[in-house]
């Protein structure tokens, strides 16, 4: 019986049950949480209140991962929706506002953290047959310094018990205790880093007013180059008619956790059409803040001697800061890059697990550059400070932006990577470059690309 257990049955979990079940037997998932049999927040999750985006990349290694079952549709059918980014979407960077194009290529979903984890997670139970969720708590990694065998687990209702498996993978999140494991096996000096710039989250959930049914998602994006706290703001549509609201601030200029001041703040950004769109709907929660958003990197892949048997994936491996929204995106493409080794490769072969970890760190450097490239430029930022390079990198992607607020073919390549599905390197074309070093071709926008339809709904919701 070849057997593999992955700790965490949060997206990042259930996907990479999914990865790894062609090529075994069972594959157990331990979780210490109770599962919700419907879309519901739980405490595993510290930002799933908050707003999620569902990256083209991720929904497209979400597809490939889940090959006999239309992930697209299911999310959409349970009450996600689909946004272009090109057409779909009002957003005002830190040099103007974006366009909005004919063009329909890039496509993002948008739902609630809660919804997205149901549905995925009843895709992979309800469609494989040997994946199987475990309630229990991982205590220890089994085995040595060269090869994991297994799992400690401390059950709900039982005492210690020890479960053999050929592979383990950690997908717990923020909270895992891999470092700990691993010393408790014999691997020591991993290498860490954690770039803090003080982000708060406060997020409220509003009814969808009437008439707004079709308003496109509007975000107010911090700007890092003014050398003021960054403060953001977002209105996303996710599922039953609602709209979720998540403001964020760094250090310094962090929002309030009170109704009143949670309006004011959004009211008192460089465009108020957030808090225009809001100040007459009917709120549905309170505020939820959360402070959880640093990133946070773990080096696996450079630790000198790393054991067969063990991959570590998602939260475990790295977060970023969620305002922008990677996070999903990226452990659904470690997870494919989990299925790809795994049908070219035996999991019990040496050097497996390794070859793993180093490809999934290829996924985590792209997403941690623009993350981090972009926090250590604001105020009081913990953990880092720019350097020479990373200023110059900044100019590059200042003058981008400025160029992508006005231009299609340096916006498509703009998407392109920070939907994921591309690397860095698709920045650097000659016709992006070019693009870029000229400047915009049209002139800017002074206010946000609305059509009739959608300035006459403003104008009726506003105070």
């Known amino acids: 019986?070849?057997?593999?257990?992955?700790?965490?049955?949060?997206?990042?979990?259930?996907?990479?049950?999914?990865?790894?079940?062609?090529?075994?037997?069972?594959?157990?998932?331990?979780?210490?949480?109770?599962?919700?049999?419907?879309?519901?927040?739980?405490?595993?999750?510290?930002?799933?209140?908050?707003?999620?985006?569902?990256?083209?990349?991720?929904?497209?290694?979400?597809?490939?991962l889940l090959p006999r079952q239309d992930v697209r549709e299911h999310l959409l059918a349970a009450g996600a929706h689909e946004i272009s980014l090109s057409a779909g979407m009002l957003a005002l960077s830190s040099e103007g506002w974006f366009r909005r194009w004919t063009h329909d290529e890039h496509h993002m979903i948008t739902c609630s953290r809660a919804l997205l984890d149901w549905a995925v997670r009843g895709l992979v139970l309800d469609g494989l047959d040997n994946v199987t969720v475990r309630r229990a708590k991982v205590t220890d990694l089994l085995g040595s310094r060269h090869r994991v065998t297994g799992v400690r687990l401390d059950g709900p209702a039982g005492g210690p018990e020890e479960l053999p498996a050929e592979l383990v993978v950690d997908v717990s999140g923020r909270g895992s205790r891999i470092v700990t494991w691993l010393a408790g096996i014999g691997v020591s000096g991993i290498e860490e880093r954690s770039v803090d710039s003080g982000l708060v989250n406060a997020t409220r959930i509003y009814r969808r007013p009437p008439g707004a049914e079709s308003f496109p998602l509007t975000v107010i994006q911090a700007d890092p180059y003014a050398g003021l706290p960054g403060r953001s703001a977002v209105i996303v549509p996710i599922e039953d008619g609602r709209w979720m609201v998540s403001l964020a601030g760094t250090?310094?200029?962090?929002?309030?956790?009170?109704?009143?001041?949670?309006?004011r703040y959004t009211l008192d950004l460089p465009h108020g059409i957030v808090g225009r769109l809001i100040a007459n709907a009917e709120p549905l929660t309170d505020v939820f803040?959360?402070?959880?958003?640093?990133?946070?990197?773990?080096?696996?892949?450079?630790?000198?001697?790393?054991?067969?048997?063990?991959?570590?994936?998602?939260?475990?491996?790295?977060?970023?800061?969620?305002?922008?929204?990677?996070?999903?995106?990226?452990?659904?493409?470690?997870?494919?890059?989990?299925?790809?080794?795994?049908?070219?490769?035996?999991?019990?072969?040496?050097?497996?697990?390794r070859a793993v970890q180093?490809?999934?760190?290829?996924?985590?450097?792209?997403?941690?550059?623009?993350?981090?490239?972009?926090?250590?430029?604001?105020?009081?930022?913990?953990?880092?400070?720019?350097?020479?390079?990373?200023?110059l990198a900044g100019r590059?992607?200042?003058?981008?932006?400025?160029?992508?607020?006005?231009?299609?073919?340096?916006?498509?390549?703009?998407?392109?990577?920070?939907?994921?599905?591309?690397?860095?390197?698709?920045?650097?074309?000659?016709?992006?470059?070019?693009?870029?070093?000229?400047?915009?071709?049209?002139?800017?926008?002074?206010?946000?690309?609305?059509?009739?339809?959608?300035?006459?709904?403003?104008?009726?919701?506003?105070?």
């Open 1 to 64: 019986m070849r057997t593999a257990v992955v700790i965490g049955a949060g997206l990042g979990g259930v996907l990479a049950a999914a990865a790894l079940s062609p090529a075994h037997d069972e594959v157990i998932v331990v979780e210490n949480d109770e599962l919700p049999d419907r879309p519901d927040h739980r405490r595993g999750l510290p930002q799933g209140r908050h707003a999620h985006l569902l990256m083209p990349g991720g929904l497209d290694a979400m597809e490939e």
């Open 251 to 263: 250090r310094g200029g962090e929002p309030p956790a009170d109704p009143d001041g949670f309006l």
């Open 289 to 353: 803040v959360s402070r959880s958003t640093s990133n946070s990197r773990r080096y696996l892949e450079k630790t000198p001697s790393w054991p067969d048997g063990l991959v570590v994936l998602g939260d475990a491996l790295a977060t970023f800061n969620p305002a922008y929204g990677q996070g999903m995106s990226v452990v659904a493409l470690e997870a494919l890059t989990l299925r790809r080794e795994s049908t070219r490769t035996d999991p019990r072969s040496p050097g497996y697990a």
């Open 358 to 391: 180093r490809a999934a760190a290829k996924h985590v450097d792209a997403a941690w550059n623009m993350a981090v490239g972009q926090d250590i430029l604001y105020p009081e930022v913990r953990g880092a400070a720019p350097t020479t390079t990373d200023r």
């Open 396 to 463: 590059y992607t200042r003058r981008l932006v400025r160029a992508a607020t006005r231009s299609y073919p340096a916006a498509s390549a703009l998407w392109d990577v920070t939907g994921l599905k591309a690397g860095p390197t698709r920045l650097l074309r000659p016709g992006v470059v070019l693009a870029t070093l000229n400047g915009p071709s049209l002139p800017p926008l002074t206010e946000p690309p609305l059509t009739p339809a959608e300035r006459k709904i403003l104008g009726g919701l506003q105070p």
